[in-house]
């Protein structure tokens, strides 16, 4: 295996990281824009607690994709900023606002005005980001970005305004809050009704990805055929029964409200669902100009940045264990002081 | 304006925004564990309390930073996608590098902040001093990927392409120490002056508040010590620069003639056509010696280099000058305090000294920002010195004043909310003190 097969695959893993630790975090945020009733504000709390001492760690797996990206394949990352820069540049909007709207609101002055005023930010930049997220994954899929000699020829709004790259912008935003409700259900566990809230919301959100999924998968037919024809494969038929395995179990946990199981079972639904299309995407980085190998930069810097990854997964996994050992081990308490 | 005026503008206001951030991302941390580590020791809790509050304040502007950071990673193939294409598989690595030192920083300022009553004191500030070591080495790997624009080595260029790289060389390229030891002090010096400001500030209007008086004299260590080894950095910087970048040695130093015994120009107006400096107060022979050791030395001018090479004169020579102008005043100020301290064997409060540390608060920022001014515009028309211009490098996208006037609003705003936030956090909320130990020393 190439080193840049070995770092394809580390993307994806990264992608993966990012989608069941970031998602969740945007998810928080949708849920908090959706926040309402007696409980909204107490929702709040408890969102921001789960999300607060974690989210900035959990941003950098999206920041390690990108440096990924343009160390390991320097001219995908040039062509994809080209052909996205408008749907990228407000993925940048969202992220700006995102956090410094959360950060904001719990640094600012408590009154009701003010939160809620940081909380429509928040919940709105939650809702946004992981749109044109999904949008640009999209498009990347799509096919109809077009390179030829290194040049981007399909201009700047290929792919992205298709009605496949906005299913997929849906469909993040629904797995993200599904994630993120499922992950509550556990965060929340010492009180009853609001983790019954979440609960109501993860099983709403979780029936409603089935309908999103298939709308995804029909208009790939015609909005990526790449993908749908590795989606079509053997192995994907079985991925995807694994998938719709894990889908199910996590609303029967989540019915059943054996919510530890549910927030297993949506995470191996999520990181299935990312798996199923980097290998139906594969060997492709843009379908269908440019591959991996294709864009590949010089042997010497892909085996020296295997080598970093390999020792920093030393350093990192270890304290990321760390970080969720002390503040999700005694989920909800609660206690106020920080 | 161009797009490549506007693509030159949006990467340089969202460089000079972010730096703000990753500067204190670097230097807090270290005050922070400075301040507990003394709490450790002392058992004051005003030590820990002052740590808190630090911690408060950090918390805001750290997350403004890793999010201005992203912008910052996205706009490099947003913008100089050219750049990015050819550049990117021999300065990925310190990128990569930093991501890890980017992600043990958050997670453990996330420990930091959130694990005061969660994790054993000891561990409390251990996972402090881990949030101080990779918040400076996340610093260090992002300016060896800049001292390689100005110093490009490890790779070739066979028929304009890019071969045989060598990412280790190219991070240990020429410039690298210099930039890297010039930008960390600069950190250090700017953290320290901007909080020592801030508690003489408020020393200004109770001089009986132990906990300012105790906070000041932490930052205030802090900015003695790094002040006098960054004047010494800057002139190794500087004898770097004259070496590797005549023509950007030459905007600083408002220089035209080549020519030995050159004089040192601070000031003035450098005037391109007339090929002089006018107006401005002259050192003699101190360029040459400054440069190179040798008060005869031949100092090459801008009449030596290509017209259509010289950086923009103006903009460097001038941000240059108030680059080091601030660096002497804060060095003149520490020297002062540090006097007085040594003389009164406590922490001084004098009035007058007071005044001058609030003055001298953001100088340490505006020496910052002016030295980037310095770098970057002075490395043009080049991105990567002497391979790549700038303009090579710029996306084809058209209507690049829409994404400049967006984040430019955006961090305008963001700015003023944070000015509020940080004021109310600092001034609203009434420290404990603890009146009894006013007399003793830091």
Redesign the interface.
């Known amino acids: 295996m190439g080193f840049e097969v070995i770092l394809a695959y580390v993307m994806l893993a990264a992608l993966i990281l990012y989608a069941l630790t970031g998602g969740a975090d945007y998810g928080g945020g949708m849920w908090d824009l959706l926040a309402f009733g007696p409980r909204a504000r107490r929702q709040r709390e408890v969102i921001a607690e789960a999300i607060?001492?974690?989210w900035?760690?959990n941003?950098?797996w999206?920041?390690?994709v990108?440096?990924?990206i343009?160390?390991?394949?320097?001219?995908a990352?040039?062509?994809?900023?080209?052909a996205l820069?408008i749907p990228?540049?407000l993925?940048?909007?969202g992220?700006?606002?995102?956090?410094?709207s959360?950060?904001?609101r719990?640094?600012?002055?408590q009154r009701d005005t003010v939160h809620r005023r940081w909380s429509r930010v928040f919940g709105i930049a939650s809702f946004l980001t992981p749109f044109f997220l999904g949008l640009c994954l999209g498009a990347i899929a799509s096919g109809e970005i077009r390179v030829a000699d290194?040049?981007?020829m399909s201009g700047?709004f290929a792919g992205w305004t298709s009605p496949f790259a906005i299913a997929c912008g849906l469909f993040t935003q629904g797995l993200f809050a599904f994630l993120a409700a499922t992950y509550l259900t556990v965060d929340a566990k010492d009180l009853p009704e609001i983790q019954e809230d979440f609960r109501l919301r993860a099983l709403l959100s979780g029936v409603s990805l089935a309908p999103a999924a298939a709308l995804v998968f029909v208009l790939s037919h015609s909005g990526a055929p790449v993908i749908f024809s590795g989606l079509v494969e053997w192995w994907a038929i079985l991925l995807q029964g694994a998938t719709s395995v894990c889908a199910v179990g996590a609303l029967a946990s989540l019915w059943m409200r054996h919510f530890r199981w549910a927030r297993v079972a949506a995470a191996g639904q999520v990181t299935l669902i990312l798996l199923g299309w980097g290998l139906a995407q594969y060997p492709y980085l843009v379908v269908p100009d440019l591959t991996f190998a294709g864009a590949a930069?010089?042997a010497?810097?892909l085996r020296?940045?295997v080598w970093?990854?390999a020792i920093?997964a030393i350093?990192?996994f270890p304290?990321?264990g760390?970080?969720f050992h002390?503040?999700k081990r005694s989920e909800a308490k609660l206690?106020q002081?920080? | 304006m161009s797009d490549f005026m506007f693509a030159r503008s949006q990467m340089a206001m969202s460089l000079a925004f972010h730096i703000i951030f990753a500067v204190v991302g670097i230097g807090m941390p270290l005050l922070m564990a400075m301040s507990e580590g003394l709490y450790l020791r002392t058992k004051k809790a005003i030590y820990l309390d002052l740590s808190k509050r630090w911690a408060?304040g950090t918390?805001?502007l750290?997350?403004?930073g890793?999010?201005?950071?992203?912008?910052l990673?996205?706009?490099?193939?947003?913008l100089w996608?050219?750049f990015?294409?050819?550049?990117?598989?021999?300065i990925?690595?310190p990128?990569?590098?930093?991501?890890?030192a980017?992600?043990?920083e958050?997670?453990?300022?996330?420990?930091y902040?959130?694990?005061?009553?969660?994790?054993p004191p000891l561990a409390h500030w251990l996972s402090g001093i881990m949030v101080a070591i990779s918040g400076m080495l996340s610093g260090v790997f992002v300016v060896t990927a800049n001292a390689w624009m100005n110093a490009p080595t490890g790779f070739d260029i066979v028929d304009g392409k890019?071969?045989?790289?060598?990412?280790?060389a190219a991070m240990l390229n020429p410039a690298a120490l210099q930039q890297v030891v010039h930008m960390t002090l600069a950190a250090y010096v700017a953290t320290g002056f901007a909080v020592a400001g801030i508690h003489a500030f408020f020393l200004l209007r109770d001089r009986t508040s132990t906990f300012h008086r105790r906070a000041m004299g932490v930052a205030l260590a802090l900015a003695l010590v790094s002040i006098p080894l960054q004047i010494v950095s800057g002139d190794l910087i500087a004898k770097m620069v004259a070496e590797r970048q005549p023509a950007k040695f030459a905007a600083m130093e408002g220089h035209y003639r080549t020519e030995r015994g050159a004089p040192i120009i601070i000031g003035g107006i450098p005037d391109d056509e007339a090929m002089e400096t006018k107006y401005a107060i002259k050192i003699p022979y101190g360029l040459s010696f400054l440069a190179h050791g040798d008060p005869n030395a031949e100092v090459t001018g801008l009449e030596d280099i290509p017209r259509d090479e010289w950086p923009n004169t103006k903009v460097v020579h001038w941000a240059f000058d108030i680059m080091v102008g601030t660096g002497f005043l804060m060095l003149f100020i520490a020297l002062w305090a540090a006097w007085r301290w040594w003389r009164l064997k406590r922490l001084p409060d004098d009035i007058w000294l007071l005044r001058a540390l609030v003055f001298a608060g953001p100088l340490g920022f505006i020496a910052i920002e002016a030295g980037w001014f310095v770098t970057e515009v002075g490395r043009q028309p080049w991105i990567i010195y002497q391979v790549m211009r700038t303009e090579e490098a710029v996306?084809?996208?058209p209507g690049l004043v829409v994404?400049f006037t967006?984040?430019t609003l955006?961090y305008l705003s963001?700015s003023v909310?944070l000015v509020f936030?940080l004021k109310?956090?600092f001034v609203e909320t009434d420290p404990v003190d603890e009146p009894a130990e006013v007399a003793d020393g830091v």
């Open positions: 607060g001492p974690i900035e760690a941003h950098v999206l920041i390690l990108i440096v990924l343009f160390t390991a394949f320097p001219p990352f040039g062509l994809i900023m080209t820069h990228m540049s993925i940048l909007v992220i700006v606002l995102r956090g410094a959360f950060v904001f719990k640094y600012d002055t290194g040049v981007v700047f930069t010089d010497s810097t020296l940045l970093t990854l920093g350093v990192l304290s990321f760390y970080l002390i503040f206690e002081g920080e | 408060k918390a805001i750290f997350a403004v890793a999010v201005s950071g992203t912008v990673s996205f706009e490099l193939g947003l996608p050219g990015m294409e050819y550049a990117g598989g021999i990925g690595m990128f990569s590098l930093e991501g890890f980017f992600f043990t958050a997670i453990f300022l996330g420990i902040l959130y694990g005061w009553d969660r994790i890019v071969v045989n790289i060598d990412p280790i996306t084809p996208m994404p967006t984040f955006l963001l909310i936030l109310r956090q």
